[in-house]
């Protein structure tokens, strides 16, 4: 049974700084792709960022090219989300997600964590 459980949200003001982990469990995850995703109030969920194990290969959703930094400890099963220059619209539910490819749709991920709130006052 995989489980990702994500952790570092939190309330940080516009302009600050913030990283996530994903730590996942359950099986090897070297021949997967691990994305973020998010989800603010009334709005469908979003492309982050994804890292693929493969080759380490990553990429980013165009609201976040620049600020957010995705990496990953293979090692460790755990992933990361390095979000600088916070922005209201930033604000929503991150979720973590595990794929059997490098896919930028939520559509082909196939496990999920629970989530972890961003919330970035102005």
């Known amino acids: 049974q995989v489980q990702l459980v994500e952790s570092g949200g939190g309330l940080v003001q516009a302009g600050g700084s913030l990283r996530l982990s994903c730590a996942a469990s359950g099986r090897t995850f070297s021949s997967y792709a691990m994305g973020w995703f998010r989800q603010a109030p009334g709005k469908e969920r979003e492309f982050v960022a994804r890292?693929?194990?493969?080759?380490?290969?990553?990429s980013y959703g165009d609201s976040v090219k620049g600020r957010f930094t995705i990496s990953g400890d293979n090692a460790k099963n755990t992933m990361y989300l390095q979000m600088n220059s916070l922005k209201p619209e930033d604000t929503a539910v991150y979720y973590c997600?595990?794929?059997?490819?490098?896919?930028?749709?939520?559509?082909?991920?196939?496990?999920w964590g629970r989530g972890t709130q961003v919330t970035v006052s102005s």
């Open positions: 997600a595990v794929a059997n490819g490098p896919y930028s749709s939520s559509s082909q991920y196939t496990y």
């Open positions: 890292i693929w194990w493969h080759n380490g290969a990553t």
